[in-house]
Nanobody, 115 residues
Framework: QVQFVESGGGLVQAGRSLRLSCAAS????????MGWYRQAPGNQRELVAH???????NYADSVQGRFTISRDKARNTVYLQMNSLKPEDTAVYYC?????????WGQGTQVTVSS
């Protein structure tokens, strides 16, 4: 059974940093592309970063240069380091496979950036 548990969110001022963690259970973690998604109120859920099993990364234009995705295969964990946060980064952040599988969504972690 695959399960993702996100943590690390919080309330921060603009310009500050946060690091999100996604603990994965099940065997799919090591062999699949993993991604961080976010959903702001009134918006669709969007993919902001993803990482391949080999470590290749890709970012949405809105976070390029500010966010860094990484994975620790020994810990079955994916991280999202978020620097220079902006109010528009406020959202609930989720991890999932890429392409996503709806049955695997966790509860997410709320990130709120104040101006």
């Amino acid at each position: 059974q695959v399960q993702f548990v996100e943590s690390g969110g919080g309330l921060v001022q603009a310009g500050r940093s946060l690091r999100l963690s996604c603990a994965a259970s099940g065997s799919t973690f090591r062999v699949n592309v993993m991604g961080w998604y976010r959903q702001a109120p009134g918006n669709q859920r969007e993919l902001v970063a993803h990482i391949s099993p080999g470590g290749n990364t890709n970012y949405a234009d809105s976070v390029q240069g500010r966010f860094t995705i990484s994975r620790d295969k020994a810990r079955n964990t994916v991280y999202l380091q978020m620097n220079s946060l902006k109010p528009e980064d406020t959202a609930v952040y989720y991890c999932n496979l890429v392409p996503r599988i709806d049955a695997y969504w966790g509860q997410g972690t709320q990130v709120t950036v104040s101006s």
